[in-house]
Nanobody
Framework: QVQLVESGGGLVQAGGSLRLSCVASERTFSSYAMGWFRQAPGKEREFQAAISRTGGNIYYADSVKGRFTISRDNAKNTVYLQMNSLTPEDTAVYYC?????????????????????WGQGTQITVSS
């Protein structure tokens, strides 16, 4: 089983920035597409960003385009989510996820059901 550990969450004021990291235990990290999802209280898990195995394809939810940047460093088995211009609506638990499936379009990258491995999550709270 692939183990994923997120870090970098915390409390930040509106307009601020955070950088989330997710470290994978899998030595063949480059074989996995990676995604970031979030879940706020009372809401369903929702897609935020995803990146293909080599980083050649990147997808974002409309709500975070221009604000969030996903990247990966396969040599470090790590995926990142740089979050800028945060708003209180971004408050949620953020999860990274890994998929061993070949995802052929952005539609698949955005669907949590295609990801087989999930981290424990890290809390992001944005104050107004």
């Amino acid at each position: 089983q692939v183990q994923l550990v997120e870090s970098g969450g915390g409390l930040v004021q509106a307009g601020g920035s955070l950088r989330l990291s997710c470290v994978a235990s899998e030595r063949t990290f480059s074989s996995y597409a990676m995604g970031w999802f979030r879940q706020a209280p009372g809401k369903e898990r929702e897609f935020q960003a995803a990146i293909s195995r080599t980083g050649g394809n990147i997808y974002y939810a409309d709500s975070v385009k221009g604000r969030f940047t996903i990247s990966r460093d396969n040599a470090k088995n790590t995926v990142y989510l740089q979050m800028n211009s945060l708003t209180p609506e971004d408050t949620a638990v953020y999860y990274c996820a890994a998929s061993s499936r070949i995802l052929y379009s952005g539609t698949y990258y955005q669907q949590g059901g295609w990801y087989g491995y999930w981290g424990q999550g890290t809390q992001i709270t944005v104050s107004s």
